[in-house]
Structures are given as structure tokens and as C-alpha cells.
Nanobody, 123 residues
Framework: VQLQAYGGGLVQAGGSLRLTCAAS????????VGWFRQAPGKERAFVAS????????YYANSVKGRCTISRDNAGNTVYLQMNSLKPEDTAVYYC?????????????????WGQGTQVTVSS
């Protein structure tokens, strides 16, 4: 499955963004989807994930309470709503598909990756 993440941009601290992960080539309705981010000089880190039914949602402690992950399987789309953004949220955000439908927080568990979208939060 091919994934494309978009919706990033420049926002002031305290602002909001909604990231979108769109799938093509093959439906990902049986896959969990995760969002990860990578800041300059740092490793790629887990942000949130959602199982195919939407019944399982998992968040990193750093974004819990500020981010909401959701999905529209009919539209082959997963969203990440980010509120109360902080400068430390600045990173390239990636979405990825987990074919085992677990929604792991580990990068190596994901099979297909999108190209990333830049999020920059100014103070």
C-alpha cells in the first residue's frame, strides 16, 4: 500500500493542525496505521496509532490529551488532529501501515511508509 501524509505547516505555539494519511494502491482497512515523527538529529519516534476498526487507539505520553487519531476506512484515510501544539512538536511526521493490525509503537513493526510532512511550531 502506498501512503501519503500531508497537512503539515507552520503554526504558532498553542495552535492546531490536522494531518492526513491517504492510502492508495491497496486498501488498508485491515491494517493498523501509526503516526511517527522525526526531529532533526533525533530518531523517529512514535506519536499515535489506530487499529483497523478504530477500536484501539494508542498515544505517546508526549502527545496524550493533545492529539486525536481517527480513520475513515471507506475513504482510505487516517487523521491526526493535533491541538495545543508546542515548539517541541516540530518534526517531520510520517504515517505507516502495520499489516498485523496491532498498532505497535515500534518503527520496525511497520511495513509501508509515507513520505512525511513537515510540522513547524514557532514559539
Amino acid at each position: 500500500v502506498q501512503l501519503q501524509a500531508y497537512g503539515g505547516g507552520l503554526v504558532q505555539a498553542g495552535g492546531s493542525l490536522r494531518l492526513t494519511c491517504a492510502a492508495s494502491g491497496r486498501t488498508f482497512s485491515n491494517y493498523a496505521v501509526g503516526w511517527f515523527r522525526q526531529a532533526p538529529g533525533k530518531e523517529r519516534a512514535f506519536v499515535a496509532s489506530i487499529t483497523w476498526s478504530g477500536g484501539g487507539k494508542y498515544y505517546a505520553n508526549s502527545v496524550k490529551g493533545r492529539c486525536t487519531i481517527s480513520r475513515d476506512n471507506a475513504g482510505n484515510t487516517v487523521y491526526l488532529q493535533m491541538n495545543s501544539l508546542k515548539p517541541e512538536d516540530t518534526a517531520v511526521y510520517y504515517c505507516a501501515a502495520d499489516r498485523t493490525n496491532v498498532g505497535y509503537s515500534t518503527v520496525s513493526r511497520y511495513d509501508d511508509w509515507g513520505q512525511g510532512t513537515q510540522v513547524t511550531v514557532s514559539s
